[in-house]
């Protein structure tokens, strides 16, 4: 049950996970995992989308479909968009 509005980022990160799943890329269990694999500390700081999202990254790091590299640099392209205004 969700009590509020989803935010624009957390309707793609919804969608971008499902998709993973469909494709057979990252399946339900192993987001499950790496979300226990935060620890308690983390999972307390993060809300349920970032949770979700982190837990990807880090099962798609593992499995070397997304390397550190490519992370680091679509999350630059990303804080330059926003930080432009778009």
């Known amino acids: ?3 509020h509005e989803l935010l624009p980022w957390e ?5 971008l ?4 799943d469909i494709h057979k ?3 339900t269990e192993e987001k499950r995992r ?3 694999d935060l620890g308690s500390e983390m999972i307390g700081k993060l809300t349920y989308y970032e949770r979700w999202i ?3 990254i880090i099962v798609l790091l ?3 479909v997304l390397t550190p590299d490519q992370l680091a640099t679509k999350t630059a392209e990303v804080q330059a ?3 432009d205004g778009g």
């Open 1 to 3: 049950m969700v009590d």
């Open 11 to 15: 309707k793609r990160c919804y969608a």
């Open 17 to 20: 996970l499902d998709i993973l």
């Open 25 to 27: 890329i990252v399946n």
């Open 34 to 36: 790496g979300v226990e």
């Open 54 to 56: 982190v837990s990807a």
């Open 62 to 64: 593992e499995k070397r």
């Open 81 to 83: 968009r926003f930080k």
